[in-house]
């Protein structure tokens, strides 16, 4: 069993920045690429970014590239989602996910294959 607890979101200004953390327990998180999903009100969850189980690939979704920075402490168990330049459609409920493959060659953006979710933190961007 694994347990994942995003924490970081809160109230931010459009043009502002928030630092999204993901504590996983377990011994095994190394092993296993990690993703970042949102779901706004009223929308599907949608992909934002995901990290190779090495931390040496990455994947955003367009709304967020050049923007959001997806990183990784395998030491410490924590997956960060570093978001700048915030937007006011980026409010939404922020969830971390964990990758149901081991050592998959690439990130993956498909929600199926993401085996347990944390309870998401929610962002709030204002004007």
């Known amino acids: 069993q694994v347990q994942l607890v995003e924490s970081g979101g809160g109230l931010a200004q459009a043009g502002g920045s928030l630092r999204l953390s993901c504590a996983a327990s377990g011994r095994t998180f190394s092993s296993y690429g990690m993703g970042w999903f949102r779901q706004a009100p009223g929308k599907e969850r949608e992909f934002v970014a995901a990290?190779?189980?090495?931390?040496?690939?990455?994947a955003y979704a367009d709304s967020v590239q050049g923007r959001f920075f997806i990183s990784r402490d395998n030491a410490k168990n924590t997956v960060y989602l570093q978001m700048a330049n915030l937007e006011l459609e980026d409010t939404a409920v922020y969830y971390c996910?964990?990758?149901?493959?081991?050592?998959?060659?690439?990130?993956?953006?498909?929600?199926?294959?993401?085996?347990?979710w944390g309870q998401g933190t929610r962002v709030t961007v204002s004007s």
């Open positions: 996910a964990k990758d149901r493959i081991a050592y998959r060659s690439d990130p993956t953006q498909r929600v199926q294959d993401y085996d347990y």
């Open positions: 990290i190779k189980w090495s931390g040496t690939s990455l």
